[in-house]
């Protein structure tokens, strides 16, 4: 099973994630934190890129 956690810790709230890929990430307006609007989203390329695009680096898809 391929999951995909984000590590709140080194999230920026930049929200590169959010503008590269809508449909499967958020920035959560109390935390100002990313988070997966979906928890088992089918993995795409798109989803790949915005995990290296993230500046943090605090996407890791885990297969």
């Known amino acids: 099973m391929t999951e ?14 959010a503008q590269m890929c809508p449909d499967v990430f958020r920035v959560d307006p109390v935390t100002e934190k990313a988070e ?5 989203p089918v993995l795409t390329d798109e989803i790949y890129l915005t995990a290296a695009f993230c500046p943090e680096k605090c996407i890791e898809i885990i297969e």
């Open 4 to 17: 995909i956690i984000i590590d709140s810790y080194l999230c920026s709230g930049c929200e590169t994630c």
């Open 36 to 40: 997966l609007l979906d928890i088992a």
